[in-house]
């Protein structure tokens, strides 16, 4: 069975070359719509109004929450209207609908050299200021990866259990979570020179008293030596997913196991992908604020696939139509990885902080789901990478079994996907356990970094 299992998950390895490909950027486009809320916790508030005059890296909302980060213009222009909108993530949030003008320029920058004498206090607070967040559905900010007894949804998994303990391990990863997706690996090619001193913020952010790891692939093993320059040890690791994801990461580098629904800092461990350290080191150092992101744009319907440097805010449309991609053979339009991304409704959905990947898919390559009866042909418990009963807890999240589904350890899914990968009765499992967690306020896969 594990054979052919090995066999099934073999494409959905990480993404080869594509962070040699050049990086284009795409021009901003007429308006752009930048959600106010791209992050864990509340939506910003807006501090601008319909008519006002915007500067690129202005502050448009300020953070409402600990757990939240400012939002800034990601370039010049007008604000023609704050919007009601659905969120690319789900449900709807305000929207700052700025008229661009002109063309893209670099953001005014306020640099601070002396950035390394200040206390962690006052980086982070920079840092949040800044906007940096990590990416998925509702990304959590450095700010509260740092300071996770600040954090209301953090703080509930602490409740009961030991004090955290200091930090032994930072990993800093060069490598994505999900397939085909290449932004951490881009970043050691092409920003090799900030990465030294974005493991050395790191290491002072989380106060690390043991190890520090940059863990990459085998094909970087040569540039990831290069950028470490000694700050980091290398450590070569599979790009074979699920192994990619953070609790495998911790897993596979230190042998511990992080506890149900707990973040790696409950062992001892720091985890943070090298996109995010290099946009922290900016914020801190150049006084960079989060208005754009490089995302890898890949599907069938995408050929080659390519990596570009958008503004926040600019329609899915623009993104593909600036990569020569048409719109007709598209059947399926996914925000995120090819495996746990979001489908979007339209191409007018715009890029938010969380989204790293815009997935485009053709008809033959979709295979539907439905609410089928489970065989019990066990391949999901065969192949779960957290030892749960895939079958038996989805079955109770589709009938909402809410005590049986606390007691088959929901809190434990990594929500990487894998059971509904390999369902031959193609059920929706990662829908049911994400749908249950929502339900019962369990904390989600993402907030837990
Ligand atoms: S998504 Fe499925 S395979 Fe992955 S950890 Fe959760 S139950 Fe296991
Ligand atoms: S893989 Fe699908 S059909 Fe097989 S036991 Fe799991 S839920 Fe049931």
Redesign the pocket.
Known sequence: MLNSLYEILMPLRAAKNLDKLPVNAVPAPEFLYVHLKQHEGAEAAPVVKAGDEVKAGQTIGWAMDFMSADVHAPMDGKVVGIERQPNPYGGFSSVVVIKTEGKRKPVESTPDPDYLSKSNGELLHRIRRMGIMCEGPAPPSIHSIFNPYMCPSRLVVHVGRDPLPPVDTLIVTAIDEEPIVSINQYMITRQSNDVPEAIKLMKKLSGVNGRTVLACLDTQRKEAEKAASGEAEVKIMSGRY?GTLRELTVWRLTGREIPAGASPMSVGVAVIPLRTAIAALKAVRDGIPQTSMIVTVAGDAVTPPQTVDALIGTPARDILKFCDVPEAPIKKLVFGGPIRGKSQFSFDMPLTKGVNTIVALKADKLVPIAENNCINCGA?VE????R?Q?NM?SRHCQFRVFDEIVKKHIT?????????YICPSRRP??QY?QNAKQQMKLPRKGNML
């Open positions: 699920p999901c192949f779960c990478p957290a749960l895939p807890l434990a899914c990594l929500e990487c996907g894998v059971c509904g499992m990662l356990f």
